[in-house]
């Protein structure tokens, strides 16, 4: 299966759905990521892609594509960003897509999944992440992966993002925490150490 993650910025995807491109991995799955920006104002760009690629690898994301859109231009609604992920999605022609919710405060990310749902609305099946620190309540889960093996590879992950790690929700605990409840509340299984990441079905074709 070929499925692709699509994050605003580098973090997004690792924190969103870290353990699901583990195991997406682990099951011979072909993944690739696409980083809208290299995160504007929040860090050197060169540092960043040098996090995200070391990342990427722990990950074993098969490409990591890395647009380094302008932030300035991701304040509203873009039709020019919802073209070039069209055409990159037509080149690879994933049976998956995953990136940030509708439901999130953070306009960058909300402009990026709007884009991608313009963008790749020939793909069967997309789905939505959950952001710690910026999906909001109007976030409801009806799609669970356990990642409970996977937990340690999407710290790993996480932690090449040194520029960033200064922030709350980049902590392991925070990270795991959220993890756990959401393994309670899927009823996943028994174990009460059990980690899960939550998703919303925008489309599911199967
Ligand atoms: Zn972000």
Redesign the pocket.
Known sequence: MKVVSV???P??PELGMGGTIAKHTARGDNTEVILVTLGGVSGDPRQREEEAQKSSQILGVKKLHILDYPVSKLNKRSTELAKIIKKLVDEINPQRIYT?SPFDF?Q??TTVSNSVLNGAKDVNQILFYE?IS?TTQYFIPDAYVDITSFIDLKIKSIKQHKSQLHRLYMRPNVVRSLANVRYIEAKLGSDPSGLAEAFVIQKMIL
């Open positions: 994050g605003a910025h973090d997004d940030h953070h960058v990310h952001y910026s």
